[in-house]
């Protein structure tokens, strides 16, 4: 499994390119939270960087994929997420989900970390953990912000 340094690191590296553009947020840090492998799904987490929030979804080596710049589901008990997959020499095979781009509402890494932490319970939910308000089969980002914000989907 690719290591939660290795990405961050890239993603550091990335953000002194990117640092004086006004879509950064300098009160932000790169920083991937809840990176963990998943059984049959591969290894996935939340990146936090200055200028976006992804679902970052490393899926599993040898993984039937469609193409570079392609859609694929991530499919979790919580629902299915839309990624756009990405390869990268150090990284190798990944996807990504939009989750918060720019990152200007975030007065600070405390408040981006909340954010990206809800987001990790509320995926990693299964259905029967809210029984009050089922969840549809395929969960759009609003409905999942939404629901992180604490309103119903």
């Excluded at 993984?63 to 710049?69: D, I, Q, T, V």
């Excluded at 007065?107 to 932490?117: C, D, L, N, V, W």
């Excluded at 953990?129 to 992180?148: G, K, V, W, Y």
């Amino acid at each position: 499994m690719l290591a939660a340094a290795d990405i961050e690191a890239y993603y550091r590296a990335v953000g002194t390119r990117m640092a004086e553009l006004p879509v950064c947020n300098p009160a932000l840090a790169v920083e991937l939270l809840g990176w963990r492998a998943v059984e049959g799904v591969g290894a996935l987490g939340v990146l936090i960087t200055p200028w976006c929030m992804n679902l970052f979804w490393r899926p599993p080596a040898g993984a039937e994929l469609p193409a570079k710049g392609e859609r694929a589901v991530l499919a979790l008990p919580s629902g299915d997420y839309e990624c756009t997959l990405h390869e990268d020499e150090s990284l190798g095979r990944y996807a990504s989900a939009s989750l918060c781009s720019p990152m200007q509402d975030f007065p600070g890494q405390a408040e981006a970390r909340a954010m990206a932490e809800e987001v990790l319970r509320l995926i990693f939910a299964g259905p029967e953990s809210e029984p009050e308000s089922p969840q549809p089969a395929q969960l759009t980002r609003r409905a999942l912000f939404r629901r992180a914000l604490g309103g119903t989907p």
